[in-house]
């Protein structure tokens, strides 16, 4: 299984940016998605994840009613909508996915195959 993210990038605070995640190797529709993300110095982090069908859905407490997870089973891509960006949103954001369950939530040990990484930078 491979994951690939895009769209990261560098913007000011309180713009908007998207990440998306491309997934292969699999199929995506019998796949838990999550977003983690890693700052400088700290450990890696929930963010976001979504179930197979998307209906359910979590948010760590940092980025709710902010961010939104969605994904589209038809292109085999999850996506992280990001508004009102906050420079302690600043970090690498990975693309994580669970093949054990329908869904994995934060439970950052049950998610199989990791995405290499996008960098988001958000300047005050």
């Known amino acids: 299984v491979q994951l690939q993210a895009f769209g990261g990038g560098l913007v000011q605070a309180g713009d908007s940016l998207s990440v998306s995640c491309a997934v292969s190797?699999?199929?995506?529709?019998?796949?838990?998605m999550g977003w983690f993300r890693q700052a400088p110095g700290k450990e890696r982090e929930f963010v976001a994840a979504?179930?197979?069908?998307?209906?359910?859905?979590d948010y760590s407490d940092s980025v709710k009613g902010r961010f939104t997870i969605s994904r589209d089973n038809a292109k085999n891509t999850v996506y992280l909508q990001m508004n009102s960006l906050k420079p302690e949103d600043t970090a690498v954001y990975y693309c994580?996915?669970?093949?054990?369950?329908?869904?994995?939530?934060?439970?950052?040990?049950?998610?199989?195959?990791w995405g290499q990484g996008t960098q988001v930078t958000v300047s005050s």
């Open positions: 979504i179930s197979w069908s998307g209906r359910t859905t």
């Open positions: 190797g699999r199929t995506f529709s019998r796949l838990a």
């Open positions: 994580a996915a669970g093949s054990a369950s329908w869904y994995t939530g934060s439970r950052v040990n049950e998610y199989d195959y």
